[in-house]
C-alpha cells in the first residue's frame, strides 16, 4: 500500500510589502510552499494569487513580478559574473540596455563589480550567494522568494547578505526561508512559522514570542546537574561559568525554585515548538 503525505496542507495568507521570514524544521513544507509560490510546482487545491488574480489568469505576466533564488541555485561555471547576469537578463526578457544598466548596477550593489570578469567555479560561496541575489532581483520583482540564502556562509558573509536583503526588501514582498533563526530575527517583520505542512502562526516580529513569556527560565547548576537536566527538561542553551553551568530551558513552570524567567527570542520559541524533532541526542552532547 502507498501512502500520500500533503507537503503543504491547507495554508492561507495574505502578504503585503515587507519582510517575511519562513520558519520550520527540515520537511515542514517550505521548499514546497515557495515552489508553489513561484509556480514551478502547481497547487493539488486552493491557488496563488497575485492582486486578486491566479497564476493561470496572469499567466506570464505573473513572472515579471517574481524574483527566486532556490537553495540550489545552478550556475554556469565557466561563465563569468558578467556574462550570467546577461545570459539571465534574456532568459527574464530584458532588452539589451536594460540587461546592461541593470548587470552592472546590481553588480555593483552585491560588491562585484571588481571580479565581473572572472569565472563564477573561483567564486567563494558567499560570492555565488551574492550573484544569486543579483540575478533575483534583475527584472526589479514586486515578489522575491529567497529558499535558504545564508546556509553555508560565514559570519561576515551571512551580516552582508542580510544587509543586501534589507536594501532589496524596500517596498516588495520578500519571503526568506531558513532554519538560522538570528537571521531572521534581525530582518523579518513578520514570521511565518511551519510545521507538517502547515501554519503554526503568522505573527509580526514585534509580538512573535508573547506566548512564550513567563516559559523560558535559566539557572546556574553543577555539571552532573547539568546532564541530568539536560535528559529531563527542554534546555535549549548551556554554557560554562567557573565550574558551573547555566542553563536556559523552556517549562511551562519554573523547574526548581531558584529559576529565573528570561526575555525569549526567536530561538526560544523555534525550540518549544520542534525541540522534539532533535530527539535522540540531547542538548548536553550536542553543545560539547
Given at each position: 500500500m502507498i501512502y500520500a503525505k500533503s507537503a503543504v496542507d491547507n495554508v492561507s495568507?495574505?502578504?503585503m510589502p515587507g519582510v517575511y521570514g519562513l520558519l520550520g524544521a527540515n520537511g515542514a513544507g517550505k521548499t514546497t510552499l515557495m515552489r508553489m509560490i513561484c509556480g514551478v510546482l502547481k497547487p493539488t487545491a486552493g491557488s496563488i494569487r497575485l492582486n486578486g488574480k491566479t497564476i493561470e489568469e496572469l499567466g506570464e505576466r505573473y513572472y515579471t513580478h517574481l524574483g527566486y533564488m532556490p537553495q540550489d541555485f545552478g550556475f554556469y561555471p565557466d561563465f563569468t559574473a558578467r556574462e550570467f547576469m546577461l545570459y539571465m537578463a534574456a532568459v527574464k526578457g530584458l532588452d539589451k540596455k536594460?540587461?546592461?544598466d541593470r548587470t552592472e548596477a546590481l553588480l555593483h550593489m552585491v560588491n562585484l563589480s571588481d571580479v565581473a570578469d572572472k569565472k563564477i567555479k573561483s567564486y567563494s560561496g558567499g560570492m555565488k550567494q551574492r550573484l544569486g541575489i543579483a540575478q533575483a532581483e534583475l527584472n526589479r520583482p514586486s515578489v522575491l522568494i529567497l529558499d535558504e540564502p545564508t546556509a553555508g556562509l560565514d559570519p561576515k558573509e551571512r551580516v552582508r547578505f542580510r544587509n543586501l536583503i534589507s536594501d532589496f526588501a524596500k517596498e516588495k514582498i520578500v519571503i526568506l526561508s531558513t532554519h538560522i533563526v538570528s537571521d531572521v530575527s534581525y530582518i523579518a517583520d513578520t514570521i511565518l512559522m511551519m510545521k507538517q505542512g502547515r501554519?503554526?502562526?503568522q505573527e509580526p516580529m514585534s509580538t512573535v514570542t508573547d506566548s512564550i513569556k513567563g516559559k523560558v527560565w535559566e539557572l546556574l547548576v553543577d555539571e552532573k546537574t547539568a546532564v541530568e537536566y539536560s535528559r529531563n527538561f527542554s534546555v535549549v542553551n548551556l554554557h560554562h561559568e567557573n565550574n558551573m553551568v547555566r542553563l536556559r530551558m523552556i517549562e511551562e513552570t519554573a523547574p526548581r525554585e531558584d529559576a529565573q524567567t528570561v526575555e525569549p527570542?526567536?530561538?526560544?520559541?523555534?525550540?518549544?515548538h520542534f525541540?522534539?524533532?532533535t530527539e535522540g541526542q540531547d542538548v548536553w552532547d550536542r553543545r560539547l
Open positions: 495568507a495574505t502578504l536594460q540587461a546592461k501554519f503554526l502562526l527570542s526567536l530561538e526560544d520559541l523555534f525550540m518549544y525541540g522534539e524533532e
